[in-house]
């Protein structure tokens, strides 16, 4: 009979090939891309969600579609809108004529998918958008007297379109707060570009199948959240969060941070270090991985100020100087 350590360690090894064939199976249809690629897996693993900025044309909804492929999960793409309304994400009360009369039934809406991508949700009303998020944190829907549940598996990975700001309702820093990772997709380079211009997403796409199945996912996730972190790491990454604070930055820094990281980031940070550890095929947490989740996870949780703005420092620099 195999013990508790042997378990372990073939999950371990379950997960470290799983995802190098994600990694290589995305990339027949998704080119470049690489750490964005490999932070939304980690993202996942850890049972979290992702807001992912860039400019239109970079292949978000295709990277979305792929996974759902890939890990055998339903997805939807909800294209958000300054007239959505939340019952157009969460579902509604519809009445339906039966046999014995009319009766209230409950549509459900695309939030009740596994993989769900909100395109552009800086377009949203706030109300819309404190859905979505409510949603994404209790991981369960309530309408009148009944309550839905959401997954598992469930992740949702939101994009906002940093050049085109009319018309917009940028997230709340409190609001943001809810994702657990912010990754910023940069235009490809010259080599990536030509690379892009000889795949033809269309065709792979359909070829593409499933490679982990929704147990193997759930068993991977489970795996995550036990992996170990020793007290000299987790004491790294305190430290790291509390020089986040406006008291405790350098002078120099003090007047571009209004409020530093929360609780919640730092739990995040953790749940990231993990998802990479586990990625790398590692069974505990180093101190490269708390350095390389850094920026992701606590960019979006630096609260910067009005002068930081104006002389161009944001978070990850402030970030990169404390690291």
């Known amino acids: 009979m195999p013990n508790e350590a042997n378990d372990i360690e073939f999950t371990a090894g379950r997960l470290r090939e799983s995802v190098l064939t994600l990694r290589q199976d995305i990339g027949r249809v998704v080119v470049g891309q690489r750490e964005?690629?490999?932070?939304?897996?980690?993202?996942?693993?850890?049972?979290?969600?992702?807001?992912l900025e860039g400019v239109p044309g970079l292949g978000k909804t295709l990277l979305v579609k792929v996974l759902g492929r890939l890990l055998d999960l339903s997805v939807a793409r909800v294209q958000f809108t300054p007239d959505l309304m939340p019952a157009d994400i969460l579902g509604s009360q519809v009445l339906t004529e039966g046999p014995n009369g009319p009766s209230l039934t409950f549509r459900r809406g695309p939030i009740f998918h596994e993989l769900v991508l909100a395109d552009e949700i800086n377009r949203a009303n706030p109300r819309t958008q404190a859905a979505l998020l409510e949603a994404m944190a209790e991981r369960q829907v309530s309408l009148g007297d009944v309550t839905h549940t959401l997954g598992p598996p469930f992740f949702v990975m939101a994009t906002e379109n940093p050049i085109d700001m009319e018309g917009t309702y940028p997230l709340p820093e409190a609001q943001a707060d809810r994702?657990?990772?912010?990754?910023?997709?940069?235009?490809?380079?010259?080599?990536?570009?030509?690379?892009?211009?000889?795949?033809?997403?269309?065709?792979?796409?359909p070829s593409l199948r499933a490679v982990v199945?929704?147990?193997?996912?759930?068993?991977?996730?489970?795996?995550?959240?036990?992996?170990?972190?020793?007290?000299?790491?987790?004491?790294?990454?305190?430290?790291?969060?509390?020089?986040?604070?406006?008291?405790?930055?350098?002078?120099?820094?003090?007047?571009?941070?209004?409020?530093?990281?929360?609780?919640?980031?730092?739990q995040a940070l953790l749940a990231a270090a993990r998802a990479r550890a586990a990625c790398e095929g590692r069974l505990q947490v180093s101190r490269e991985d708390i350095k390389a989740m850094a920026l992701p996870a606590l960019?979006?949780?630096?609260?910067?100020?009005?002068?930081?703005?104006?002389?161009?420092?944001?978070?990850?620099a402030i970030l990169a100087r404390l690291l």
């Open 213 to 266: 199945s929704k147990a193997d996912l759930l068993m991977f996730q489970r795996h995550v959240r036990e992996i170990p972190a020793a007290t000299g790491v987790k004491e790294m990454l305190v430290d790291l969060v509390l020089s986040t604070r406006p008291e405790n930055l350098p002078a120099d820094l003090r007047a571009f941070v209004t409020l530093g990281v929360s609780p919640r980031g730092a």
């Open 179 to 205: 994702f657990m990772l912010k990754l910023t997709v940069d235009a490809p380079d010259r080599e990536t570009l030509l690379s892009i211009l000889d795949v033809d997403s269309e065709t792979r796409l």
């Open 299 to 316: 960019r979006h949780r630096l609260l910067t100020t009005f002068a930081a703005r104006v002389e161009g420092v944001r978070a990850d």
């Open 36 to 51: 964005t690629v490999d932070a939304l897996l980690c993202a996942l693993l850890a049972g979290g969600h992702v807001l």
